[in-house]
């Protein structure tokens, strides 16, 4: 019996070995770069007048985030990770062509706090989603009215992903996400509110430490 039991657990070990080398790979400090397309979409809140045509009118656009986490292994293929991230340069998100009007809704200075849990799906490739909290700035423009204002709003996001490491220190990563901010008023009229929710897709590259 013992020479059947001391190959399998040999086997084990080793089997144990080389999970936790693969989970390690994605273990630690990091940071990392993305390119992002953000669909935004401005709908006004219920029971607020109808000023203006912004129910489901938005617009996508292009920028850069990056970011910094730290991940720890909890198991030999689970991983859980938090992190923070930012956004930039501003986003146009809105855009009314009209000559008398001329507005635009711009997102300035996305960041976010976010936490993932991630299960290793092939020795080489983390399957992920993540929770966030988001906090913005939310820019709005009518330069034929004389009108600029800015707004300070926070939200909440979900999302999923894939991260891939293709060498030692170097991760491929694909995200998708979905954020929803508070809603905001216009300074220059009152009775408008109205709240933006985006659809961001993200493609990049992270260093692990």
Partial sequence: MSKILLPLSLAALLAASAAQAQISRFEGWS?????????????????YPNMYPWEGLGRTTGNISVQASYSKA???DVLLSIGVGHSFPSATIFKDHSPITNQSIKLENLT?????????????TLAFGKASFEAARIGYNAPAAGL???????????????RTAISANLMLQTEIRRIALH??????????GFKTSLAIGSVGLAYKF
């Fill in 31 to 47: 940071v990392g770069a993305n390119l992002n397309m953000v669909s935004g979409t401005s709908t006004e809140i219920p029971g």
């Fill in 74 to 76: 909890l198991r030999d």
């Fill in 112 to 124: 976010s706090v976010h936490v993932e849990s991630g299960l290793l799906v092939s020795p080489s």
């Fill in 148 to 162: 600029a204002e800015s707004h300070r709003v926070i939200g909440s996001g979900f999302g999923f992903g894939i």
């Fill in 183 to 192: 809603a905001y008023q216009l300074d220059a009229a009152p009775l408008e």
